[in-house]
Every structure is written in structure tokens, then in C-alpha cells.
T-cell receptor, first 110, second 118 residues
Framework: RKEVEQDPGPFNVPEGATVAFNCTYS??????FFWYRQDCRKEPKLLMS???SGNEDGRFTAQLNRASQYISLLIRDSKLSDSATYLC???????????FGKGTRLSVIA | NAGVMQNPRHLVRRRGQEARLRCSPM?????VYWYRQLPEEGLKFMVY????????ESGMPKERFSAEFPKEGPSILRIQQVVRGDSAAYFC????????????????FGPGTRLTVT
């Protein structure tokens, strides 16, 4: 079983749509959770950390369910510039290596 | 505050040559991580270093690969006798020092070095 699993997509959605990505992780010792975005042939960029209480940053909302070992990302009012691959990332506490999912590809269409 | 810097951005080597990839962490960051992304694959952890110490090298291939982070200067990832399968994007990330336990520290990535082995 992969440590971090994501639906690879692609998700093709029109501008203005709401889209949700899900991710599951297998290591119950995971303590830190993140969403990164990666544009084609570029480095991953931190989108947001994910906290147990859930958190929101503008059009982006992240949720964590520790019992189900499940993380989600919701994007509202999609923009063309949201087109990218979204990476679900986990690690154990402190300064430890990140474990990446393979990513979910999003294409927002005009 | 300059971000994580990596050079070269692109590196072409023939089979059997050596590749040296350099990474300078963000100012104030003392932890450096190297990750590799093979074509159409996710990022995989290779090695985690602090100044003059390798903390975790569980993701490094046993042969031909080595890494260092000297007291002065950038972190270096060295690949000896490169093979075609080493062609990939190599990303370096850095994070700030740990203060106490249980805190999560976000890692910030450099632009990567794309290694092509011909």
C-alpha cells in the first residue's frame, strides 16, 4: 500500500467551479500535513499546512480526519491560474522528511 | 529574503561521468533535504542533512550517491558514474531549526536541477 494515495485525475473543470481533492495516508504516526502545488517542470510550492481543526485560506479550504487518515482540499471559484498538480504531503513531527503523493492534476478551462 | 537556490538548473552528463548538484538553503534555515522526481513520478526523499551531519540517508541509493553539507558553503549532492536511470529532477528543500518537539516545520523548495544522462 502506498504511503500517500491520491486520485491522479485529471480533473477538468470550468472557471468558477468548486473542486475537491482527497488523499489518504497509511502511517498513523503522521503528524504534519500539507498541500503543495506543482506547475509543470517547476518546484513544489507550499499551498497550505493542514490542521486538525481544518483551515481556510481565501478560496482554499483544507480538512484533516485523523481517525480515517484522510485529508481533503477544496478549491472554490476556480481560476485558470489554479491549473496545476496538487500534492498531498505528510510527515512525522518536527524536521523530518516529507512523504509525497503522486499528485492530482487539475485543469481549469475557460 | 532569498529563497532556496540550486545550481546548475540543467546538467547534461554522459554515462560514467560525475554529477555535482549544489543547494544553498534559505537564510536562517539549517536543515536541508534532497528529493528526486523521476519522469511522471512523485517526489521521493533521498537524504536529510544539517551542517556537517547527515541525519537521515534512508532514501539514498547505496552506491554512487553521496551528500554533504559543510560548515561553509552549499550542500552538495554527488552522483558518481551516472547512468541513464539517474535522469530526473533533483529538488532541494530547507526548513528552519527545530525549537522543541511536536512542531511541524514547513519545507521550502528550490527550483531544482534537471539532470539528463546521455
Amino acid at each position: 500500500r502506498k504511503e500517500v494515495e491520491q486520485d491522479p485525475g485529471p480533473f477538468n473543470v470550468p472557471e468558477g467551479a468548486t473542486v475537491a481533492f482527497n488523499c489518504t495516508y497509511s502511517n498513523s504516526a503522521s503528524q504534519s500535513f500539507f498541500w503543495y502545488r506543482q506547475d509543470c517542470r517547476k518546484e513544489p510550492k507550499l499551498l497550505m499546512s493542514v490542521y486538525s481543526s481544518g483551515n481556510e485560506d481565501g478560496r482554499f479550504t483544507a480538512q484533516l480526519n485523523r481517525a480515517s487518515q484522510y485529508i481533503s482540499l477544496l478549491i472554490r471559484d476556480s481560476k485558470l491560474s489554479d491549473s496545476a498538480t496538487y500534492l498531498c504531503v505528510v510527515s512525522t513531527a518536527g524536521n523530518t522528511p516529507l512523504v509525497f503523493g503522486k499528485g492530482t492534476r487539475l485543469s481549469v478551462i475557460a | 529574503n532569498a529563497g532556496v537556490m540550486q545550481n546548475p538548473r540543467h546538467l547534461v552528463r554522459r554515462r560514467g561521468q560525475e554529477a555535482r548538484l549544489r543547494c544553498s538553503p534559505m537564510k536562517g534555515h539549517s536543515h536541508v533535504y534532497w528529493y528526486r522526481q523521476l519522469p511522471e513520478e512523485g517526489l521521493k526523499f533521498m537524504v536529510y542533512l544539517q551542517k556537517e551531519n547527515i541525519i537521515d540517508e534512508s532514501g539514498m541509493p547505496k552506491e554512487r550517491f553521496s551528500a554533504e553539507f559543510p560548515k561553509e558553503g552549499p550542500s552538495i549532492l554527488r552522483i558518481q558514474q551516472v547512468v541513464r536511470g539517474d535522469s530526473a529532477a533533483y529538488f532541494c528543500a530547507s526548513s528552519p531549526p527545530s525549537y522543541g518537539s511536536g512542531n511541524s516545520y514547513e519545507q521550502y523548495f528550490g527550483p531544482g536541477t534537471r539532470l539528463t544522462v546521455t
